[in-house]
């Protein structure tokens, strides 16, 4: 079937061809991104913040490292946004969710689920529901440990609905792979948090400068 | 004259009345029907309690044909439970049966007079099944409610088909049949008023006046110059079907199989009713074991075949069963109406998912508990674990949203944690000797909360943000009368 010849720009242009460069930026239109609202972790995020519709891998030393604030400010924009899926689901948080620190940080309560499952087979269970039903914005996961097989199904199920997935886990498991996207590192530094970024698809990995929030 | 013959006659008429109708009304004041009828003469616009003129109105009334029952022996004790299991009966003649209390039902008979051949035969079925259940009634029928209903009260068992005769019909009736209040029949009865006849004849805007607005607006609805819709009796009804094993059944999977047909019927039964339910049960029955019983609940109104399904299959997976199942039941809870909202075809369109956050929380509640789902939501009291609650009732339709809780705010500037302990913890020895050094350095505070001495449960705490060396952030606080120390919270 003869065709007209195409200038490379026209090419370049056809959403049929992946380029393998910059392919966080094209994107970018598609999958929209939250601003973690801090300018230097943006900047080393392929399209400047939280991916949307993929799984977000968070390895703790310990619990109270500012790992909420990292995406509180992403959370926040995501309720506010209109017309978007409004609905926030944090699944085995290791304590209570303070409902007036949340309040106070603009986090609409009214559309926040809390889910205590039983058991961690359950919790990835309701996790996989949460991500792939479209109603929400972020899912939020605290875990002890998991198998590669159950992440996958997340990040698929992240991929379906849309959602941002949020995992939490030791940080004993970083020298294990994971289908996650981005995997984030914090660890407790002499003075301050340290923030490492282990894997991160169409970005470079390394540390963070993290400043106390 | 046959019957075939005189339904047609009977059509023919209707459909000339249907066009002469508008036209009709302003001319019966100046036609020789039996009883002049001047009420409708207009209404001066500066008239006090000013009522609409039936002239003013050009729509043609619907043509409905109904069948009031009287039953003058009915206490007044438990007269709304004994008129609502007669409704029941009076369901099979027509499907719109009103209560008008104290003691009567109006059934709206014009729609079935084909189904059961002629209006002798229904009015025939209906005496007989009122003599079947030995109640003593009277019954009129007419055009509308308020006539046939006065009728009946009157015990003139007539048969009013042509509006046009109405006035006539209604001019011989004492005024008591009205059932209006004992005042407004004294104030007519001191006027020499005792037939409605005499008060038809008054002036319209007169007896607006010196009665009341709503005996004109009565009169109107009574001679069809004025609609007056009818809340239908709508029978409390549960889905309940059984279905019984031919070998009885050890597997849950075989049990969600044979459940399909159960739920397809149900959601058939709900659809027919323009209903939905918020809670099924599945009693499975065993041979020796008592019944096992299944209960779940859905987040909101539902008819859903998928969405029973989906919850029910949750449940069933769960289940250990006891003993091999011989025939189970499933029965519904009580049917509700559905909302508008609940019948969006494109509901599931919506953001590329396949849920609404109903059928999300719902699913799983099933499979996780009731209570293993909730929401937070804030409380205005300054105790820092006083200040929030679990909320087990979400809210979870956009219309909802209230926000009178939620915009009670602390002062923005006062540090509250992301993490709150279930206790506050009191710190260690080692923890102690950090602060003292420095490690564990304060940052922001003191912020002193003292609170709730009125109910025993009283603090007097003087709350700080401390860091620790190495990164993280707690919410301690030292206890005024003791002077210990504890954390509280962990900003995260």
Known sequence: MPRETSSLADILADERVWKLKDASASLGPSRPVWSTGRSALDARLPGGGWPTASLVEVLLETHGLGEIQLFLPALVESQNRAGEAPWLVWISPPHEPYAPALAQQGIELGRLLVVRPASATEALWAAEQALSSGVCAAVLLWLQGTDDRWLRRLKLAAEAGGALGVLFRPDRHRFESSPASLRLLLTQGERETHLDIIKVQGGRPGPVEFPAS | ?492
């Open chain 2, 1 to 492: 004259m046959s019957a075939q013959k005189r339904r047609m006659g009977g059509v023919a008429a209707r459909s000339v009345t249907a066009d002469l109708f508008a036209e009709m009304l302003p001319a019966m004041a100046s036609q020789p029907v039996p009883v002049p009828v001047p009420v409708s003469a207009p209404v001066p616009a500066a008239a006090p309690h000013a009522v609409p003129s039936p002239r003013e109105r050009t729509r043609p009334l619907p043509k409905q044909l109904w069948c009031a029952v009287v039953f003058p022996d009915l206490g007044d004790s438990e007269a709304a439970v004994t008129l609502q299991r007669l409704s029941l009966h009076a369901l099979q003649f027509t499907s719109l049966v009103s209560i008008e209390m104290p003691n009567s039902l109006l059934l709206e008979i014009k729609g079935s007079v084909k189904l059961f051949g002629s209006l002798e035969l229904l009015h025939a079925g209906l005496a007989a099944v009122w003599e079947r259940l030995a109640w003593r009634v009277q019954r009129a029928t007419a055009p509308t409610t308020l006539a046939a209903l006065w009728l009946a009260r009157a015990g003139i068992p007539s048969c009013i088909e042509d509006p046009r005769s109405l006035a006539g019909a209604l001019a011989e009736l004492p005024i008591a049949c009205t059932a209006w209040e004992p005042e407004r029949l004294q104030t007519l009865r001191s006027m020499g008023i005792t037939r409605l006849g005499e008060l038809l004849r008054l002036p319209r805007a007169g007896v607006a006046r010196r009665l009341s607005p709503a005996a004109v607006l009565d009169l109107d609805i009574a001679l069809a110059r004025q609609t007056a819709p009818r809340r239908a009796f709508v029978p409390r009804e549960r889905f309940r079907r059984r279905c019984d094993f031919e070998t009885e059944i050890e597997t849950v999977a075989y049990l969600q199989k044979a459940l399909e047909p159960l739920i397809e019927h149900c959601a058939q039964f709900l659809r027919e009713r323009q209903a939905g339910v918020q809670a099924l049960e599945l009693k499975l029955r065993h041979r020796v074991l008592s019944v096992t019983r299944v209960r779940v609940g859905l987040a909101s109104i539902t008819s859903d075949r998928r969405r029973l399904a989906d919850v029910l299959d949750e449940k069933l997976g769960r289940l250990e069963l006891p003993a091999p199942v011989r025939g189970m039941e499933l029965l519904s809870g009580s049917l509700q109406p559905l909302s508008g909202s609940s019948l969006d075809a494109f509901a599931g369109l919506r953001g590329g998912g396949r849920d609404t956050a109903p059928e999300l929380v719902e699913r799983l509640r099933a499979r996780l508990g009731e209570s293993a789902v909730y929401g937070i939501e804030c409380i205005p009291e300054h105790r820092p674990e006083a200040a929030w609650q679990r909320v087990h009732e979400l809210q979870l339709t956009p219309a909802a949203r209230t926000g009178s809780v939620r915009d009670w705010r602390l002062q923005d500037d006062m540090p509250r944690p992301v993490w709150l302990l279930a206790e506050p913890l009191l710190l260690s020895a080692a923890q102690l000797g950090q602060l003292a050094q420095g490690a564990l350095a304060l940052e922001g505070g003191p912020e002193r909360i003292e609170s709730g001495w009125w109910d025993g449960k009283g603090v007097a705490r003087d709350y700080y943000v401390a860091r620790q060396m190495h990164g993280a952030r707690w919410w301690i606080f030292q206890e005024r009368q003791t002077k210990r120390w504890y954390l509280h919270g962990v900003f995260a």
